[in-house]
């Protein structure tokens, strides 16, 4: 329940898991989380979802007590995409959009291990790439 709490006080697109030794791991996207969050039978037929009240649905969120973040990771998560620290905007936006990631590790590789220094989410790199060109909300 807390990586739901932190995506959603945040505006986040998902976390970075890391491993044991804090190497990244997965990406646990908020998309994973809603998933989650909706009863199978209303992902199977969405029109269920029309019969379910509000009051209802404040249940939903019973289903992550005592989940955690690793039980909430899809079977089939691939690892997070790594971008090096001299990596510029438009690599690092190459990068997540060939790999559809919302995210994407900043890392410093070596013979140790790989050591994280961040993460630039989707939005925040929009922001920046839309600032450096100067783009004027005029449209």
Do not use: F, N, W
């Amino acid at each position: 329940m807390d990586a739901a709490r932190l995506m959603a006080d945040h505006k986040l697109p998902g976390l970075l898991v890391l491993d044991e030794h804090g190497e990244p791991m997965a990406i646990l996207p908020a998309s994973q989380m809603i998933k989650i969050l909706v009863p199978a039978y209303v992902v199977e037929d969405p029109t269920l979802a029309a019969v379910v009240d509000e009051k209802h649905a404040d249940r939903l969120c019973q289903a992550l007590v005592g989940r955690r973040v690793g039980d909430c990771l899809s079977s089939k998560a691939d690892p997070p995409p790594i971008a090096d620290p001299d990596d510029t905007a438009l690599e690092v936006a190459a990068l997540m959009a060939r790999v559809r990631s919302p995210l994407v590790a900043v890392a410093t590789k070596d013979k140790a291990g790989t050591h994280l220094l961040g993460v630039i989410t989707a939005s925040h790199l929009l922001h920046e790439l839309l600032g450096a060109g100067g783009t004027s909300s005029s449209s």
